[in-house]
């Protein structure tokens, strides 16, 4: 007689029937459980000298629930695969670097504040925006993009954990667009709070406590060219991690070369950058909610249609990412 | 007439099935029809299994050839999935979620209520014993806990067909009989299984209708009876990891079963030529000689011997 766990019902019950006991340390100690007994004659449960249950849980589950309607099903998968996702990234080790970093960085606004390199009117404006724009954006930002968006799916590939979603009644678009909605949202929540703690520091500065309030707008078209970054980014990021095994090679070779490089040479050719359509957005859109048009070197159309450039760019990604991954082993 | 009760009682069918990874086979040209109750995939380690497994359920693609689980074509057919539950062989999780988190997370994923979720998920741990630790971290579970917890995700919907890849491999002595008991009763509720492993007693404990596949070939499927003669003519080893393999040695030396005993850094490796009766005692000396054991494996060295028989005739 083998018995691995201590107290309940069934310790009582082998009392009661005065079967022999032997201490957790004579069969392995805590971590085995159960009981089991050799059964000699065969006669239920196996052939003669099989290991077979005496106490504890036998059978299968009772039936199960039903699944509920398909509308209903599919908000639930997303549920879940969403918070998933955010769980996943939002614990990762990655994250709390990125958040060390992101908090030492608020040592630049402070350093601003303590000695201000200029007294104009709008200059603390003005280095919330190069902080935001220059640093977050086109620096941190992009490589925190490049970092998660290509580990979105991959990272369930190499953990093989994959094939527990692959296994379940859920469609590789879905997987693709609630694991891509996760990271949004996990990665915007990550940049949301120190562009606004940017921007709590730095507007008062213009117009005492009223200027927080009179120059959201600039808080607001950072945010939005935020979003516009990580959405556009991670979903080229997630292509590329659906197409090539290691991402993370042609994802620099695009970030410096593309992103840094190309994006500031000028010309028409930089247009075509995800760079210039985010600088677009947020100087045409600050431009445009104080009614001053056309006097400002970025961008010579509407915010919204350098916005719609982005959701184009990710819309495109995720459809190749899904047509890649319908086909392809992840063995 | 007979043709339509053989076509309602298959479970799957494969045609000209071929994997190539690049330029390794993992498996080569099977057709083959399983029918319903619970078949038996053996084969040593690297016999193509794995793959003919992953395969039925979809994980990859073939190379060339079909197969249709449940009549209905597995790639890219996520909805047949509310039917089929699937334990894979790897040892992979989420493993800072607890064992209950886990396979609720996975129900969430199929479409269930969370509460639905919860409840079946329970439900399913349950059954394999796990209630007292399923709001534990999985990292923290042993090896044959964290086999449970994947038996209990593939359940917990009470599908139709369950397809399990080397589920005993590595799980201590209850746990192996909870997932034993599991597959036992789902065939009685007239479910269907397709349980592979490399250790043909375990499957035998459950089932006489065995696939044997070796190198990617199927080489015989039918009566587990017709090859047992075979097994018994080879040496079969048993690995048992314990702290007390001196202990266990001395018990063990006077037992007409056993052929040869080595000693390994945490345990014994056993051979024996009556493996039944072996298996039939060991616990009984185990326990009279109060030795802990936290493992208990046999490696597949004896059925590839039976497996060259097979193939090459001796």
Known sequence: ?331 | MDYERVRNSRILWAMGLSKWYGMVMGLNNVSIELYQGVTGLIGPNGAGKSTFIKLMTGQIRPSKGEVFVLEQKVWNNPQLFERIGYCPEQDSFYSWMTGLEFVSTLLRVSGYEKMDAEYMAEESLRVLDMSDSMDRKISGYSKGMRQRVKVAQAIAHDPDLLILDEPLSGTDPVGRVRIMNVIKEMSRKGKNVIISSHVLHDVERLTRNVVLINKGWIIAQGDVHAIRGLIDNHPHIVRVKTREARKLAKALSGNETVVSIAFEPDGLVVTTRKPDVFYAELPKILTENEIPFTELTSPDDNLDAVFKYLVEGG
Request: hydrophobic share 50%; proline share 5%.
């Open chain 1, 1 to 331: 007689m083998v018995k691995g766990k201590k107290g309940g019902k069934a310790e009582e019950r082998m009392k009661e029937e005065g079967k022999e006991e032997v201490s957790e340390e004579a069969v392995g100690g805590k971590e085995e459980t159960g009981f089991v007994e050799l059964k000699e004659d065969g006669a239920a449960g196996g052939p003669a000298g099989a290991l077979v249950p005496v106490d504890g849980p036998t059978g299968t589950p009772a039936s199960a629930r039903p699944m509920p309607p398909k509308n209903r099903a599919i908000m639930n998968r997303g549920l879940a695969l969403t918070w998933l996702t955010m769980r996943t990234i939002l614990f990762d080790k990655k994250t709390i670097m990125v958040i060390i970093m992101l908090l030492a960085l608020l040592a630049i606004p402070a350093k601003w504040l303590n000695e201000p390199p200029s007294d104009k009117e709008g200059a603390a404006l003005e280095a919330f925006l190069m902080i935001i724009v220059i640093l977050y954006l086109q620096f941190i930002v992009l490589y925190v993009c490049l970092l998660y968006g290509s580990s979105v799916i991959t990272s369930e590939v190499e953990d093989r954990t994959l094939t527990y979603l692959l296994s379940r009644p859920i469609t590789k678009l879905e997987i693709i667009l609630f694991k891509y909605i996760g990271y949004v949202i996990s990665v915007f929540l990550l940049f949301a709070l120190p562009t606004v703690l940017n921007y709590l520091m730095l507007a008062p500065y213009e117009d005492g406590a009223s200027g927080i309030s009179s120059n959201a707008d600039f808080l607001a078209f950072c945010l939005g060219g935020m979003f516009m970054g990580i959405m556009a980014w991670g979903a080229f990021f997630m292509m590329l991690a659906t197409m090539v095994k290691n991402p993370l090679m042609p994802g620099l070779v695009y970030c410096l070369f593309w992103e840094s490089l190309i994006a500031n040479i000028g010309g028409n050719i930089s247009k075509m950058t995800l760079t210039y359509q985010i600088r677009t957005f947020i100087a045409r859109g600050i431009t445009e909610s104080r009614g001053a048009f056309g006097d400002n070197p970025w961008g010579d159309y509407p915010s919204w249609q350098a916005f719609m450039v982005a959701v184009v760019m990710a819309f495109v990604c995720l459809f190749l990412a899904w047509q890649v991954m319908k086909g392809k082993d992840f063995h």
